[in-house]
Nanobody, 127 residues
Framework: QVHLVESGGGLVQAGGSLRLSCAASAASGRTFSNYGMGWFRQAPGKEREFVAAINWSADSTYYADSVKGRFTISRDNAKNTLYLQMNSLKPEDTAVYYC?????????????????WGQGTQVTVSS
């Protein structure tokens, strides 16, 4: 099974930036480069929502409207690592952020599309 560990969360003022990382363990039967990857977030009292996704070759990305133009998803397959660069942060970005992996190598945007999840990392944006 795939183990995903997020890092890089913390407290930041509105307008600031953070970079989240997600380190993936070795997977039996598939390499990291074979997985589609995504970021989701969940605020208190709200459903988990899609943030961004990237395909296996990193030549295709997709973003939620709420973060488009501010966030950038990327991956380094040689390092088995997924990233989320978050700029121009707003208080409404405050949430626990989760990385996720799917055995489908392309773009997926729904929770049920993903097979593996990290433990989450807290991002808090002050106003």
């Amino acid at each position: 099974q795939v183990h995903l560990v997020e890092s890089g969360g913390g407290l930041v003022q509105a307008g600031g930036s953070l970079r989240l990382s997600c380190a993936a363990s070795a997977a039996s039967g598939r390499t990291f480069s074979n997985y589609g990857m995504g970021w989701f977030r969940q605020a208190p009292g709200k459903e988990r929502e899609f943030v961004a996704a990237i395909n296996w070759s990193a030549d295709s990305t997709y973003y939620a409207d709420s973060v488009k133009g501010r966030f950038t998803i990327s991956r380094d397959n040689a390092k088995n690592t997924l990233y989320l660069q978050m700029n121009s942060l707003k208080p409404e970005d405050t949430a626990v952020y989760y990385c996720a992996a799917t055995t489908f190598p392309g773009i997926r945007t729904r929770q049920y599309n993903f097979d593996y999840w990290g433990q989450g990392t807290q991002v808090t944006v002050s106003s």
